[in-house]
């Protein structure tokens, strides 16, 4: 059996799309209808016609999809596929820092769970948490989970940003330590660091770039240079190589691998397909305030 060809067919037969993350494999990448960030797969999942809408992310992202899209079916080729940042976060440590900064806007990294999500009042993704969070009134600003993407954030923004947890981060962005780019840059001395702002902050220094996926490819687009060191999962280089073929790309760590992104294969999609497994579902109730606080969110972004 040609796993490829019959993913096509059924995707024609039963009018459905495959929207990939940057982090998912080659093989994947290579069958997606949409390859993109987080947040330009929440955009794209609002604008396709397809009746069904085959995930291949972690969960809260196939998650986000289905709020956007209450009427379509969304499936993840494989249920466990979970991002464990996103498992960082509880609604009774939201409460706490509520308490504590009542006047703060809580602005919630997409990475989260759904009924973390429905406490935000503002829905971001590694893209565009600097450009909400600098559009915000307030010079105190809650932001859950990832901690190294808060303190990026106050970097940039020069606000205070309050991270919940204190701790919260992805094991394989903390795999990325000043030592591993000290390194690649030995082997490398002309490669260009790009770094994601998960990596911890010591890394984010030596880097001539810090962005989310998306601001990773837009930076390479515009940048001269042949040869990119890259600090993040290592689903990104099958991006950057298909988009750039001219151009060098070498992880800063090599097994910078997030389990439940590599747990979705073409095997698994086809069996989503084939089987209309797993669909995805979200309750009501949380459902109505993540969609009211993206909203909300797309507005301040104007997108
Ligand atoms: P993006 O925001 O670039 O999609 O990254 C998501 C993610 O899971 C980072 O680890
Ligand atoms: Fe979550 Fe880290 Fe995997 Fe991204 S790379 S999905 S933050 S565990």
Do not use: W
Request: hydrophobic share 40%.
């Amino acid at each position: 059996m040609d796993i490829r060809k019959e993913i096509q067919s059924l995707k024609k037969k039963l009018n459905a799309v495959i929207l990939a993350h940057n982090y998912q494999s080659y093989e994947v990448q290579s069958i997606a209808d949409f390859v993109g960030d987080s947040l330009e797969l929440s955009l794209e999942s609002r604008k396709t016609d397809a009746e069904i809408i085959v995930f291949a992310g972690v969960k809260f992202m196939a998650e986000q999809a289905k709020v956007l899209n209450p009427n379509k079916k969304v499936l993840i080729p494989t249920p466990s596929a979970v991002c464990s940042l996103a498992n960082m976060v509880t609604v009774k440590m939201l409460e706490e820092y509520r308490r504590r900064y009542p006047d703060a806007p809580l602005v919630v990294y997409v990475n989260s769970p759904i009924e973390v999500k429905a406490s935000a009042d503002y829905i971001v993704t590694s893209a565009s948490a600097v450009s909400v969070i600098s559009k915000l009134d307030s010079d105190t600003i809650l932001f859950a989970p990832d901690a190294n993407l808060a303190h990026y954030v106050a970097e940039v923004t020069k606000k205070k940003i309050v991270p919940i947890p204190p701790t919260g981060h992805c094991y394989v962005h903390l795999l990325i330590t000043p030592y591993d780019i000290l390194e690649a840059k030995k082997k490398y001395p002309n490669g260009v660091v790009i770094v994601h702002p998960e990596v911890p902050s010591e890394s984010q220094k030596l880097a001539d770039y810090v962005g989310g996926t998306s601001g990773m490819v837009r930076f390479v687009a515009k940048t001269d240079a042949k040869v990119f060191l890259v600090g993040t999962e290592t689903g990104m280089l099958n991006r950057l190589r298909r988009d750039f073929p001219d151009k060098e790309f070498y992880p800063i760590v090599s097994k910078a691998d997030c389990i439940g992104m590599k747990k979705i294969t073409l095997e698994s999609i086809y069996l989503s397909l084939k089987n209309m497994v797993y669909e995805v579902s979200v309750r009501e109730e949380y459902a109505k305030r993540v969609r009211e606080a993206l909203e909300r969110t797309f507005k301040l972004l104007g997108v």
